[in-house]
């Protein structure tokens, strides 16, 4: 039994939670959760907006399934998402996209992994403002050593799952220094796994080449703020953000959680899909070793996507996400 901190956050996060827990439960997955929140709510309540139980829960189990938290805009707290991808350096954010049948999309076969830098860069928390002079500088760090890390990390898991190609996304034609150092970490790290074609382009023509001719891409690496934008444009071709799943990972601890935010447009609805949230807990079935499992659940998923009308409002479909999940259990 594998013991993992279960944290359900904000808006939907509640709903999609309890459906991978129900999912699990009739599995018999061998997973025991402790639940712990973090954020608004939490705070409301105890006064902390990050509980120590939740610090010595994660760093008890070293693995965790999270919703998503809301982080104010502009204003307020720090996003509790950064915080804890700092506090642990879980500085691989690694986010599959993958063509799934049976949902439509304006696209075919693409199955791409990106890998987002996740605790360097524009996010880095080094922020001014000054209020006299009317600027704001928001600092973004990125060093050798992080960089070397990521990257290695990407090349690593090409040659582990027998994939050809990473592509760096950067600007080193403006950003000269953070973008070089990227390419020379990725250089660096591409000599130890000379099989893999390693290549780079400028994250604007990146951009483009991703909704021109998405197919042609393997493992993608790039800095925070551009892995951001780029795995939420990477949801949209595969089916959108309710099916794209998510890992921080670092050398001593993992957390998996969907790439989509909190959608308080739809909370408490019964309209949010928790495809992404399963495919997160799948990602984390395999880091446990749990394989057999992690498969099985995912059959049951590919099984009910095939059909449409079982499906989430997102997909075309017009079941609740109590209904979608119903469907998923009757296949396993
Ligand atoms: P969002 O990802 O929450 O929503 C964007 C759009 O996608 C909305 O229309 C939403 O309804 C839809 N959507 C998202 N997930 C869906 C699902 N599972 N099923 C169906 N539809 C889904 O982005 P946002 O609205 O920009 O952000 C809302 C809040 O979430 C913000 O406070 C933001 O900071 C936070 N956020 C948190 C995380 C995280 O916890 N890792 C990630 C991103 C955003």
């Known amino acids: 039994m594998h013991l993992v901190t279960l944290i359900p956050g904000d808006g939907i996060g509640p709903e999609i939670t309890k459906a991978v827990t129900d999912i699990f439960a009739a599995a018999q997955v061998p997973v025991q959760w402790e ?14 907006l990050i ?41 691989q954010n690694v986010r599959p996209s993958k063509t799934t049948p049976g949902i439509h999309t304006r696209y075919e076969g693409i199955d791409l992994v990106l890998f987002r830098e996740n605790t360097e860069g524009l996010y880095s928390g080094l922020e001014v403002f000054d209020e006299r002079l009317g600027i704001a500088d928001s600092i973004a760090r990125v060093t050798v050593e992080g960089s070397r890390k990521i990257c290695r990390a990407a090349f690593a898991y090409a040659n582990r799952h027998g994939r050809k190609k990473v592509t760096l996304a950067h600007k080193a034609n403006i950003i000269k220094m953070a973008g070089t150092i990227m390419i020379n970490a990725c250089k660096e790290a591409s000599l130890e796994f000379p099989h893999i074609v390693f290549e780079d382009k400028i994250i604007d023509n990146m ?49 998996f959680e969907a790439v989509h935010g909190s959608a ?31 498969d099985r659940l995912d059959k049951a998923l590919d099984d009910t996507l095939l059909h449409q009308e079982q499906c989430t409002g997102d997909l075309g479909g017009r079941a609740t996400t109590s209904e979608f999940t119903q469907h998923i259990i009757d296949k396993l």
């Open 264 to 294: 308080p447009d739809i909370a408490g609805q019964g309209k949010a899909n928790p495809t992404a949230l399963l495919r997160s807990a799948i990602m984390m079935l395999h880091h446990l070793g749990e394989h057999v499992v992690a």
């Open 207 to 255: 951009c483009m080449q991703l909704v021109s001719k998405p197919e042609q891409f393997d493992v993608i690496v790039t800095t925070n703020l551009f892995g951001d934008l780029l795995s939420d444009l990477c949801a949209g071709l595969v089916g959108g953000l309710g099916v794209v799943a998510g890992a921080n990972i670092g050398d001593n601890m993992a957390i």
């Open 51 to 91: 509980p120590v139980a939740l610090l010595k829960s994660l760093e008890k189990n070293k693995v965790a399934l999270k919703g998503p938290i809301t982080t104010p805009v502009g204003k307020g707290f720090r996003s509790i998402n950064v915080t804890l991808r700092q506090k642990y350096d879980l500085y």
């Open 35 to 48: 639940e712990q929140n973090a954020g608004q709510t939490t705070f409301d309540q105890s006064g902390e």
